[in-house]
């Protein structure tokens, strides 16, 4: 064998290594992106008191997650959840967790996508909605949605610049998202008691949620942001806050290195044999 066929024999063991790094770096992200969503709480009903929130999966009396003390106002992270079918369950804070829940709504969680769950509503017709949040806007653009949380002002109209998001947004409310041009732009709300302004950067790529609350002082914007551009994910716990349901892929890496060290160590070994005199093979 001569040593050109030594180092095309090199060349070809040291590439083996690296093509099943690709395959397999490629099938890891594929793997890692595949067969969870993203879902965050939140309370958005001025006149309940705080609560605690329990999350089930289907079937399962064992709560996955418990958010304890959740006021008028919170939202949590975004938080990595295996797809498949859930419970979301409200009850008062500090109530035993074996307490028959005043609320609860089921949830189903599709790979790729992501949800608020939202207290929605007056106390006495408290509701717990399921939304979609979207995770992708158009090219150059941004997208906003409403969400009116304020029992002052029943009935209020948001303005983005001069562009109207909503118009006499009733209470319990959620608009659709609208594409936006991405900038940094004062947010009118405007209801029969008053009127409040916020400014608020928007960046291309962007999907922001404005929810209108009853504040300290009056109305108040809360500007929620729901995706920061379609190759980042919603941001938040991954795995661990809903119980580790998320799937798990081990890396390659290991292994691979092994693989490589040791073409590397049996073509150089190789080589060197075949430099030895005759009389010594």
């Known amino acids: 064998m001569t040593i ?6 090199a060349a ?3 590439a083996v290594p690296a093509f099943l790094l690709g395959i397999f770096g490629a099938a890891s992200a594929t793997a890692s992106s595949q ?4 879902v965050r709480l939140a309370h958005f009903s001025p006149n309940t008191p705080a609560v ?17 003390h959740v006021a008028y106002g919170d939202t949590s992270p975004y938080e990595t959840l ?25 949830l189903t969680v599709k790979a790729g996508r992501s949800y608020t769950v939202a207290g929605l509503g007056p106390e006495s017709g408290l509701r717990l909605a ?6 992708t806007p158009p090219d150059g653009k941004a997208l906003v949605r409403v969400i009116q949380a304020s029992l002052q002002d029943h009935v209020v109209t948001v303005s983005y610049g001069v ?11 959620v608009t659709v998202y609208k594409s936006v041009d991405p900038r940094t732009v004062t947010v009118h709300v405007t209801g029969p008691s008053e ?11 962007t999907v922001h949620t404005l929810v209108v609350l009853d504040g300290a002082n009056g109305l108040a914007i809360d500007n929620l942001v729901d995706a920061a551009g379609s190759a980042v994910p919603p941001a938040g716990g991954a795995a661990t806050g809903f119980g580790g349901t998320a799937p798990h892929v081990p890396s390659p890496l290991p292994w691979l290195v092994l693989v490589a060290a040791g073409s590397l160590v049996a073509v150089v070994g190789g080589l060197g044999l075949r430099r030895l005199p005759r009389s010594w093979a």
């Open 82 to 106: 295996a797809a498949g079918e859930y419970t979301v369950a409200m009850r008062a804070a500090g109530a035993a967790p074996t307490t028959k829940p005043a609320l609860s709504a089921s």
């Open 130 to 135: 399921v939304l979609d949040d979207q995770l």
């Open 163 to 173: 562009s109207a998001l909503a118009t006499s947004l009733a209470f319990g409310s």
């Open 195 to 205: 009127t409040t302004s916020t400014a608020i950067t928007v960046a291309a790529g």
């Open 35 to 38: 067969g969870v969503g993203w």
């Open 12 to 14: 070809v063991l040291l």
């Open 52 to 68: 605690d929130v329990y999350l089930y999966s289907f079937g399962d009396s064992s709560a996955e997650m418990v958010l304890h």
């Open 4 to 9: 050109l066929r030594f180092v095309r024999m």
